[in-house]
């Protein structure tokens, strides 16, 4: 028996991180995914497709999304159960309930209401923990496996949604999903697999190889690990296989550069200008080291020309580092004379330092150089 | 310089001084002021141009090309330039030194810009240029940054920026110009990104808001299902327990209404039975108080029996106490008189002693007075003192040291026995046997004898002639003192005298001794008063001896006395205790009569009262006791309280019953039961209300897609935000950098503007009155006001004339500074077109003097068709220009 799981669509998703004009396809994109985690499960050939919670990015998005969501699911050849989350729980006003879902919904697609097993193949049952509200009293996949009975023989598969209480240190959430009964739920044979969401990266809990986080199958952020796949799960007997497949074509990359003369900067714009995808590629970069003038306006004239074909170039302000320093010679090469030059070494004097006036003196240095009629001579 | 075909001149050739000043003057139109513009246009202009600067130096009555020559000096270089534009365009160019070359067309318009651009200044050029007609204030833009590096060689403060810089500056100003107005305020660019940023927050709150609200909207009706849920379960249970306290209820009260009867009949019993009971015990208590009363007057009657009895032994006991006291009084009397013979015995005794006493002191001083007399005696008699012994003892070593002397001389001999024989030698004697050896130091004169024998006679020794003469009186000396003590015929002269020397110190010794011993004994006595006292003491001890009587004896020692004392002084004490203890008995015998009499009377006339009262309440019983005799009495008390008993049972019986149901209680429980119910009933309804409410609110604005909106909004707000701080930033720092740049320039402009206004001072100071000084303005270098004589007044309101002259002035200063002070810098010729129209006749003169004086540091050329006004230029060269053809 071979299904897929993923999680965490969060369609509708207004990535308020992305530029406006790569948000549109940021939101394409993640319904691309969709449509290829269909074409992935027909390819497979998968019985079904699990989607562990937060399927939308919110109970109140456009109805016009949803209906494209919708649109994006009619890909399925093969059912889809979906969990509702925390971002899109089974409530007053849930989505699932909308009349842009349940007009345009595809028979193939079960949206998990409560924690009554379903039988989805002979021999083969689910049980999902559905969040009803977005602040549930208790742990819902205790609940789930609470009313669950000797399976005689059928095969369980637990779909839950929400943190597990090994990465919870330091929270207050209260919806913990407690790993104890997870294990002694597969030890005792009540379920045979575990298929969590919420968490964006794809990774086995607390080393259970049958518990797992699918991860989103469009990236969000940087630090996600394992992000932009689905996982194939295979229950043959006893035996388990989990393998994962690309799905995601976007990525969040966290990159350092250390910059402290002029081929620096120049081996900066060439690793920028190599990087495949910009246009699905949001970069973060933290930038360390010493230029002179020339190759600090150098620096901010590459990152101005190379932010407008990345989806997202940004430079950490908590980690930028430049420190502006004097030229060899100890003249800024503006050809610059008499006031002018005075002028010129005062505010260089207040870049190269740290005072309060640093940062907009090192702006005014990059604009004297625009300026200057000798500049760069 | 040569024009042809230029405007209206058909022709022109004038010659100008290389240095000092020109004076060019002719007729008006007849070119003059064309000259500096063709030098103007030859320079800068290629051939090939065809602006309209060209185009309106071109002849307009016939259809030639305008053409210049000039000869020009510059630096080291001499050449002759020429241009023809427009029609056959031509540049020609020959240059004499310093190397000979010529070069045509473009390159040698290259050519000639180069040798200008290294040794002259163009752009100081045009603006020193004062043309016909043109403002007169101030320097024409340009001239400030060309003479910056002149003025930073004259202000030493290395502050020329440049040309570049005037660019540069008006670059910033032109980027601040985007965001902020002359007077520093934000413009519309930056104040809309703020507006569109608060606006964006606005948006982003109402989206959130409306969010938030739908967020409370499904939260409270989730709540207000599971409550509504929750009342519809309650809802029977709190009906049926309605219905079950109003069952209750009717009971309850019922049971109640019987209870209160039965104990209402239960009290009206209880008070007849209580009633009776009073009337029993009234009874009762008053045939106790008779029978108590006879009781307590039987108990006074055994009590005085009593009372009598004791009374006797009361007088039994005063007459014993009385006795004793009687006998306590005698025994004290003679314990008084054997302590009082003590007490004398005592006394006699004492006497005795110090009779005695004084008689031991008598003794000891007349044998102290022996001690005195033998002492002083001796004193008297002995001359022996400290001094004379130290004088006899000097003597008597004198005396040995001779002796020593005489004995150093004596002769040893050494005597060898041959038989037994005895030797006597200076009072030794030796036995000596056969074969014996002794050995003598035998002086001068001396003798050894051998009795019976010999007799060996030592010779007189032989002087040495060192030796002193050895005195011979030491002996006589000695003897003289020894005899003044009086021991001279004393074996031992020296120790007799010794031995009374230490006699006499006992003597004193004992002397002081007897004194003192004589003293402590007399004290403030004589011996005649002591043995006065002893006489008399004996006389009164033989008298008590003699009166005392024999018994008891009289005590043989003091101690033995004092002890017999004592013991009399103790058993008088004694007696003393005893007789008070045995007046205080008889005391106490008495009072305890006197206490029993009282008793008596007192118990007398409390047994009067008692029988009194006895026989009132008797009485008074026998009267009641004629109407209602004590058993009916009785009976009728039994009666009624066993009828009370019975109807307190039937009220508690009652009252058992309507215990269980507390009426009240069930009443309010009843109350609040129902009321429970309508408030379910409404709280239902209220429910029911607020979830259809709820559901249209969610069903109205689920669809609305407000997550998408908020999100929509914040990515505004972000949007927004980014704008403005980009904006903001760009604005800070184009501010920032005017600020900087502006700053170093005026303080640059204010370097500048000393050397300035000194050359200006100096050129003026035959044209205006004497101490006359100019304000200029740092950032244009125009002059501003002019003080002369004291006042100050404004350049604008000076007359034409005198603007007019400053205009000339500011000009040539200028010039004057770029040439430097010897003229030797890179100078430009200024051009003065028709100027001092107004000046009159006596600034003339001046105005004069300062060309002249700039003349002799830079060319200039003055243009007019009136050249009296300049007739005061002594070094002028004159030039006169004539219309032609």
Redesign the interface.
């Known amino acids: 028996m071979r299904f897929l799981h993923t999680a965490d669509w969060h369609l ?5 991180f992305l530029s ?1 004009e790569a ?1 549109p396809r940021y939101a394409e994109d993640r319904r691309r995914a969709v449509r290829e985690i269909a074409r992935i499960a027909e390819e497979e050939g998968a019985g079904f497709v699990v989607v562990s919670g937060d399927v939308f ?9 949803v209906s494209r969501a919708v649109e994006a699911m009619g890909a399925f050849t093969v059912p889809l159960y979906i969990l509702p989350g925390n971002h899109d729980p089974l ?3 849930s989505v699932y309930t ?3 879902f349940t007009t345009g919904k595809p028979d193939l697609v079960t949206v998990i209401g409560d924690t009554e097993p379903i039988p989805v193949a002979p021999g083969i049952e689910i049980v999902g923990a559905p969040w009803t ?3 549930p009293a208790g742990d819902p996949a205790a609940l789930a496996l609470a009313g669950l009975t000797d399976p005689r023989g059928t095969t369980r598969i637990l779909i839950a949604h929400g943190i597990v209480d090994g990465d919870a240190i330091g929270t207050d959430v209260q919806a913990l999903i407690a790993i104890a009964p997870l294990r002694r739920a597969l030890a005792e044979g009540t379920v045979r697999y575990v298929a969590l969401g919420d968490h964006h990266s794809a990774r086995e809990v607390c080393g259970e190889h049958a518990i797992r986080y699918a991860g989103t199958p469009e990236p969000t952020q940087a630090s996600e690990q394992g992000a932009g796949e689905v996982l194939v799960v295979t229950l043959d007997g006893d035996h388990l296989d989990v393998r994962s497949r690309r799905v995601g074509t976007w990525q969040f990359l966290r990159r350092p550069f250390d910059l402290r003369s002029g081929e620096d900067v120049e081996a900066f714009d060439s690793a920028l200008a190599d990087t495949p995808g910009k246009e699905r590629t949001v970069l973060r970069l933290d930038l360390t080291g010493s230029l002179t003038v020339a190759e600090d306006v150098l620096l901010h004239q590459v990152l101005d020309v190379r932010s407008d074909v990345f989806a997202g170039l940004t430079v950490s302000d908590r980690t930028y580092d430049v420190a502006v320093i004097a030229d060899g010679d100890g003249i800024l090469p503006l ?9 010129a070494e ?2 260089a004097g207040v870049a190269m330092g740290d005072g309060a ?1 640093a940062g ?2 090192r ?2 240095l ?3 150089y625009r ?4 500049a760069g001579s | 310089m040569l024009l042809r075909d230029f405007r209206g001149v058909d022709e022109a050739e004038v010659a100008f001084a290389p240095s000092g000043v020109t004076i060019v003057h002719g007729p008006n139109e007849v070119g003059k002021s064309s000259i500096a513009e063709a030098l103007d246009v030859l320079i800068r202009h290629p051939d090939s141009s065809r602006r309209d600067d060209i185009r309106a130096v071109k002849p307009v009555h016939r259809d030639a090309g305008p053409f210049v020559e000039a000869d020009i000096q510059c630096g080291p270089f001499r050449f002759t330039y020429s241009k023809r534009w427009l029609r056959q365009p031509c540049t020609e160019l020959t240059i004499r030194a310093p190397a000979a070359r010529q070069a045509t067309g473009r390159e040698a318009h290259d050519a000639v810009m180069a040798m200008l651009r290294e040794h002259a200044d163009l752009d100081l050029f045009r603006a020193l240029w004062l043309r016909q007609g043109g403002s007169l204030d101030v320097l024409a833009p340009g001239a400030r940054g060309s003479l910056g590096a002149a003025l930073d060689a004259a202000a030493s403060a290395g502050s020329a920026a440049g040309d570049d810089a005037d660019v540069l500056i008006a670059a910033i100003e032109g980027e601040r110009a985007q965001w902020y107005t002359e007077t520093g305020l934000e413009k519309a660019v930056l104040t809309s990104l703020r507006a569109r940023v608060e606006t964006a927050e606005e948006a982003h709150e109402r989206a959130a808001g409306a969010l938030a609200g739908l967020a409370g909207c499904v939260d409270d009706l989730g709540r207000l299902r599971r409550e509504l849920s929750a009342l519809d379960a309650v809802e029977p249970a709190r009906r049926k327990a309605v219905t079950d306290l109003e069952e209750a209820v009717g009971h309850a009260r019922a049971a109640s209404a019987a209870a209160r009867e039965a104990r209402l009949l239960s009290d009206a019993q209880a008070a007849r039975s209580g009633q009776a009971q009073s009337a029993l015990a009234a009874r009762r208590e008053a045939i106790a108080r008779i029978g108590h009363d006879a009781t307590q007057a039987a108990a006074v009657r055994d009590e005085a029996e009593r009372a009598r009895a004791h009374g006797a032994g009361d007088l039994q006991r005063r007459d014993a106490a009385q006795t004793a006291l009687d006998a306590a009084a005698a025994a004290l009397a003679s314990a008084q008189d054997a302590f009082e013979q003590t007490d004398r015995d005592d006394l006699h005794l004492r006497d005795v002693l110090d009779r005695d006493q004084l008689g031991e002191r008598l003794g000891r001083v007349r044998a102290a007075d022996r001690l005195i007399a033998d002492g002083e005696s001796f004193l008297a008699g002995c001359v022996v003192d400290d001094a004379l012994m130290r004088r006899i003892d000097a003597a008597a070593e004198e005396r040995a040291v001779e002796r020593g002397r005489r004995e150093a001389a004596a002769v040893p001999v050494r005597v060898v026995a041959e038989a037994t024989v005895q030797m006597e030698f200076d009072g030794s004697t030796w036995h000596l046997d056969p074969g014996d050896e002794t050995a003598v130091a035998a002086p001068a004169g001396s003798e050894i004898r051998l009795p019976g024998i010999a007799r060996v006679l030592v010779g007189p020794p032989v002087a040495h002639p060192d030796d002193p003469a050895v005195p011979d009186d030491a002996e006589q000396v000695l003897m003289a003192l020894l005899g003044q003590a009086g021991v001279a015929d004393e074996a031992d002269g020296v120790g007799a005298a010794r031995a009374l020397l230490r006699r006499r110190g006992e003597e004193e010794t004992r002397l002081r001794a007897a004194r003192a011993t004589r003293a402590v004994d007399l004290r403030d006595l004589t011996p005649d008063e002591m043995d006065d006292k002893i006489a008399r003491a004996d006389e009164r001890i033989a008298l008590y001896v003699a009166t005392r009587g024999d018994s008891p004896a009289i005590p043989g020692e003091r101690d033995t006395a004092k002890a017999v004392r004592a013991a009399a002084e103790e058993r008088l004490g004694r007696a003393r205790e005893g007789a008070d203890r045995a007046r205080e008995s008889l005391d106490v015998a008495k009072a305890a009569m006197l206490d029993a009499e009282r008793d008596a009377a007192g118990r007398t006339e409390r047994l009067a009262v008692i029988d009194e009262r006895i026989a009132a309440a008797g009485a008074d019983l026998e009267a009641v006791r004629a109407g209602s005799p004590d058993d009916v009495l009785e009976s009728e008390a039994l009666r009624a309280a066993v009828e009370d008993l019975e109807a307190d049972v039937t009220a508690a019986r009652a009252e058992a019953d309507a215990a269980g149901t507390d009426v009240d209680s069930l009443a309010e429980r009843l109350a609040n039961a129902a009321d429970a119910v309508r408030r379910l009933t409404e709280d239902r309804g209220q429910a029911r209300i607020a979830i259809a409410r709820l559901e249209a609110a969610i069903d109205r604005d689920g669809d609305l897609g407000l997550a998408d909106r908020v999100g929509e909004a914040s990515n505004a707000v972000s949007d927004a935000r980014h704008d403005l701080a980009v904006g903001q930033r760009r604005a800070d720092t184009a501010r920032y950098l005017h600020e900087v740049m502006t700053r170093h320039r005026d303080e640059a402009h204010r370097a500048y503007v000393a050397p300035y206004r000194a050359e200006v001072e100096r050129l003026a100071r035959g044209v205006f009155p004497p101490g006359t000084s100019v304000e200029v303005a740092h950032e244009d270098l125009a002059i501003i006001t002019r003080t002369s004589d004291g006042r100050t007044v404004p350049l604008r309101d000076l007359s034409g004339g005198a603007r007019e002259q400053l205009g000339v002035i500011g000009r040539l200063a200028a010039a004057c500074i770029a040439a430097g002070p010897t003229g030797e810098a890179q100078g430009v010729p200024v051009i003065i077109d028709d100027a001092l129209g107004f000046t009159d006749a006596s600034r003339l003169e001046g105005m004069g003097a300062a060309l002249a004086a700039a003349g002799e540091r830079t060319q200039v050329i003055v243009l007019t068709c009136a050249p009296e006004r300049y007739a005061a230029v002594g070094t002028a060269a004159t030039v006169r220009m004539d219309p032609r053809g």
């Open positions: 509708g998703m207004t990535a308020g406006a948000r990015d919110s109970n109140q998005i456009d109805r016009a999304e409530d007053a006003a909308s009349r842009a509200s977005r602040r050809g610059l004379s008499g006031y002018a030059q005075g002028a005062e505010i006036d907009v003196a702006d005014a990059r604009l004297l300026l200057a009629p000798g």
